[in-house]
């Protein structure tokens, strides 16, 4: 079955998709997500627009309203951080904290869905998509979960005009979409969608919810020859800055494991050892990219873009 080339979703989110005109295509990834129709009434001020990468007040890439006053936060991240989970649960509380001021009542809050797309390997399971809620179980009668009463129903069905009956459908819900761990057929809208997320490929005969949408607004070879240029050398400079890492990482494992061996240390001992060399070796990398961000920067991309592909901050870019 054909397939064409898009632009992948990373470039399109910085780019396109804050447009509110282009809002159906992030309509149906979260419809796929969340098994039910989405409409976003509003694009709000992204969190992607920060003066510096250590600005923590503005982190997320879109930030959306529905029709039920509930919020969606998307977030694309493309280098490796260890502290994401922290990173994420801070999106989520800015954005509840945002919602409410001194004096108001608690029932202003609105649900959170919080999407996030990665593109390097993160945590150890099987799977490419993973969805996180927060559950009361009990703790002396399994199988025990804390439901709403009657009283609490009925507030929150005047409220939402939604029937809300479990705690876990007020807190914010988490969805984690691994990239890199795709390695199916899609036959499945979820599946599709990692399809695009990872390759940029869309089927031609695709029925699938935002991607239908996708394949009209973001189709490479419709973009200006200026925009695909720009789109070619972010994605080499995405690919470039990736690179580095991964040799530096594996050639300092390497030689971590070597050495270890010929002293007869322990495998532990000597990953370990790997890493410390990983970190003094840094200086290397850091050289690469930037590199990188000169050419980027010639090339005119926004600051925050490059801070995000490289790592560099706004202001080690601004000196370049």
């Known amino acids: 079955m054909e397939k064409r ?3 992948r979703f990373d470039w399109a989110i910085k780019r396109i998709l804050r447009d509110k005109t282009n809002k159906e295509v992030l309509e149906g990834l979260i419809t796929v997500l969340l098994g039910e129709p989405i409409t976003i009434t509003e694009i709000l001020e992204s969190e992607g627009n920060q003066d510096a990468r250590e ?40 954005s509840i904290t ?49 439901q709403l009463n009657t009283e609490n129903e009925q507030k ?41 997320l990872k390759n940029a490929v869309i089927r031609d005969n695709t029925t699938t919810p935002g991607l239908q949408a996708a394949r009209r607004k973001l189709a490479y070879m419709s973009m200006p020859e200026k925009e695909r240029r720009a789109y070619e050398d972010y994605m080499i400079s995405v690919h470039a800055a990736r690179d580095a890492w991964e040799t530096i990482r594996d050639e300092a494992r390497a030689e971590g494991i070597e050495k270890g061996r010929a002293e007869g240390r322990a495998e532990g001992r000597a990953e370990g050892r790997a890493e410390g060399r990983a970190e003094g070796r840094a200086e290397g990398a850091e050289e690469t990219n930037r590199a990188n961000a000169r050419r980027m920067k010639a090339k005119g991309y926004a600051a925050i873009d490059i801070a995000e592909i490289t790592g560099l901050t706004v202001e080690e870019i601004s000196k370049l």
């Open 55 to 94: 600005d923590k007040t503005n982190r997320v890439d879109v930030k959306a309203k529905t029709g039920n006053n509930e919020y969606i936060i998307v977030e694309v991240q493309l280098t490796k951080e260890r502290d994401f989970f922290q990173r994420i649960l801070f999106g989520t509380a800015k």
């Open 156 to 196: 929150y069905i005047k409220a939402e005009q939604k029937r809300i009956t479990m705690p876990h459908e007020v807190f914010p819900e988490y969805f984690l979409l691994l990239c890199n761990h795709f390695n199916e057929v899609a036959k499945t809208p979820i599946e599709e969608w990692m399809e695009y």
């Open 5 to 7: 080339k898009y632009v």
């Open 98 to 146: 945002d919602q409410i001021s001194i004096g108001q009542n608690y029932n202003v809050i609105k649900k959170i869905y919080s999407i996030n797309i990665l593109y390097f390997d993160f945590g150890c399971g099987d799977d490419y998509a993973y969805h996180g809620v927060t559950k009361f179980l009990g703790m002396t009668k399994a199988g025990s979960e804390l």
